[in-house]
């Protein structure tokens, strides 16, 4: 029997104690688990690398980022079950913590930045509309690598595209100094078109179709790494001549703006005295950015230029957030009172 681990979904099972003990096809499918979360990483760098030498190969492509994105949230849709959600309904103070801990940690942190590096105006404004945006559905999938609480990530995802189109346009005429006009009704189709309605159809399936889902969850990592590491690629192909241009210090401020993030978000769960799944989640909701919406918001604001900061975001958050995910995916769950299991979280879920 391999070594015990806390199984990701204490929600449903708080409150057991018992050791779970492993068949050998279990036993399999944790190990194939853990090499798609260690691999995660090398997949992201090797598709940014590749989307950056042939990115005539990839931009044809960026049509289809909304479609690989609806890929990534079925596949969290078939992860979660109904107690999963009742569990985020019965405390909204994570979810709230997790909203606020956004909203404040990334735009502050970017407005910090920009100033300590003395970033010129058009930077600066770039580096701040990212931290203004929404959570980039990105998150959900280094929580689920991470053994994070999934649902929590898919409802402080929501929840911040929902509520974007009030707060990123006053945080970025407050900390900028200039106003943006965003397309409310366009972004509630794009949240309900890639993540609500697939996450949703993955919650159905998973209840209709379980024999078959049981057999695909272990596979789930493998398919969020594949399809995560294509968006990395298509997204570096389209800003492959402004990755150039960018210099170090946009990339400086981009590694600073992202680790803050991770770091803070992990933190806030802390104070907010949320268990070790949260933190891990609120990690990334905080620390991954919709770099994809800034990128376009800036391009049709202010200038291409102000869009570097979002283009460099798009590859360096996946990369960072993959590495960590992997090093998060071999820690064990911290908190006493989850039963252990030694599955990851793809093979622990029980159709």
Same mark, same amino acid.
């Not at 049509?63 to 979660?80: E, W």
């Not at 974007?164 to 900028?176: N, Q, R, S, Y």
């Not at 401020?253 to 070790?276: C, E, I, Q, S, W």
């Not at 909701?285 to 869009?307: D, R, Y």
């Given at each position: 029997m391999?070594?015990?681990?806390?199984?990701?979904?204490?929600?449903?099972?708080? $409150?057991?104690?018992?050791?779970?003990?492993?068949?050998?096809?279990?036993a399999?499918?944790?190990?194939?688990a &853990?090499i798609?979360?260690?691999? !995660?990483?090398?997949?992201?760098?090797v598709?940014?690398v590749?989307g !950056?030498?042939?990115?005539?190969?990839?931009?044809?492509?960026?049509?289809?980022?909304?479609?690989?994105?609806?890929?990534?949230?079925?596949?969290?849709?078939?992860?979660l079950?109904?107690?999963? !959600?009742?569990?985020?309904?019965? &405390?909204?103070?994570?979810?709230?913590? $997790?909203?606020?801990?956004h909203?404040?940690?990334?735009?502050?942190?970017?407005?910090?930045?920009?100033?300590?590096? =003395? %970033?010129?105006?058009?930077?600066?404004?770039?580096?701040?509309?990212?931290?203004?945006?929404?959570?980039? +559905?990105?998150?959900?999938?280094?929580?689920?690598?991470?053994? *994070?609480?999934?649902?929590l /990530?898919v409802?402080?995802?929501?929840v911040? +595209?929902?509520?974007?189109?009030?707060?990123?346009?006053?945080?970025?005429?407050?900390?900028?100094?200039s106003?943006?006009?965003?397309?409310? *009704?366009?972004?509630?189709?794009?949240?309900?078109?890639?993540?609500?309605l697939?996450?949703?159809?993955?919650?159905?399936?998973?209840?209709?179709?379980?024999?078959?889902?049981?057999?695909?969850?272990?596979?789930?990592p493998?398919?969020?790494?594949?399809?995560?590491?294509?968006?990395?690629?298509?997204?570096?192909a389209? /800003?492959?001549?402004?990755?150039?241009?960018?210099g170090g210090?946009?990339?400086?401020?981009?590694?600073? =703006?992202?680790? !803050?993030?991770?770091?803070?978000?992990?933190?806030a769960?802390?104070?907010?005295?949320?268990?070790?799944?949260? &933190?891990?989640?609120?990690?990334f909701?905080? $620390?991954?950015?919709?770099?994809?919406?800034?990128?376009?918001?800036?391009?049709?604001?202010?200038?291409? %230029?102000?869009?570097?900061?979002?283009?460099?975001?798009?590859?360096?958050?996946?990369?960072?957030?993959?590495?960590?995910?992997?090093?998060?995916?071999?820690?064990p769950?911290?908190?006493a009172?989850?039963?252990?299991?030694?599955?990851?979280?793809?093979?622990?879920?029980?159709?």
């Amino acid at each position: 029997m391999l070594e015990a681990t806390k199984t990701p979904n204490s929600s449903r099972d708080a $409150g057991t104690a018992a050791d779970v003990p492993l068949n050998p096809a279990l036993a399999a499918e944790a190990k194939i688990a &853990r090499i798609a979360v260690t691999i !995660f990483p090398i997949l992201v760098v090797v598709a940014g690398v590749a989307g !950056f030498l042939l990115p005539g190969a990839f931009k044809p492509l960026a049509p289809s980022v909304p479609f690989l994105l609806g890929i990534i949230m079925f596949c969290m849709g078939l992860t979660l079950t109904p107690p999963d !959600f009742a569990s985020v309904a019965k &405390r909204p103070w994570a979810v709230a913590l $997790g909203i606020v801990a956004h909203y404040v940690i990334m735009p502050g942190a970017g407005w910090l930045i920009a100033v300590a590096l =003395h %970033l010129e105006p058009e930077l600066a404004v770039g580096l701040i509309l990212v931290g203004c945006a929404p959570s980039g +559905t990105a998150s959900n999938v280094m929580a689920f690598l991470a053994k *994070g609480d999934v649902a929590l /990530s898919v409802a402080v995802a929501s929840v911040s +595209t929902l509520i974007a189109p009030i707060f990123t346009p006053l945080l970025v005429l407050f900390l900028a100094g200039s106003y943006l006009s965003i397309d409310a *009704g366009g972004m509630v189709q794009d949240i309900l078109k890639t993540v609500l309605l697939p996450v949703v159809a993955g919650l159905l399936a998973r209840l209709f179709l379980k024999k078959v889902v049981a057999k695909v969850l272990p596979a789930l990592p493998w398919a969020s790494a594949v399809v995560i590491s294509l968006i990395v690629a298509i997204v570096v192909a389209g /800003s492959a001549s402004k990755i150039v241009a960018a210099g170090g210090i946009v990339f400086l401020a981009v590694v600073l =703006h992202n680790g !803050f993030g991770l770091g803070l978000g992990y933190l806030a769960g802390k104070v907010g005295r949320l268990d070790d799944r949260a &933190r891990r989640a609120l990690a990334f909701e905080v $620390g991954m950015q919709n770099s994809g919406l800034a990128a376009t918001l800036a391009t049709a604001h202010f200038s291409p %230029l102000a869009a570097l900061p979002s283009a460099v975001f798009s590859l360096w958050h996946n990369i960072s957030g993959a590495i960590v995910a992997a090093w998060l995916a071999r820690r064990p769950i911290r908190d006493a009172a989850a039963p252990e299991t030694t599955v990851p979280e793809a093979a622990a879920l029980n159709a």
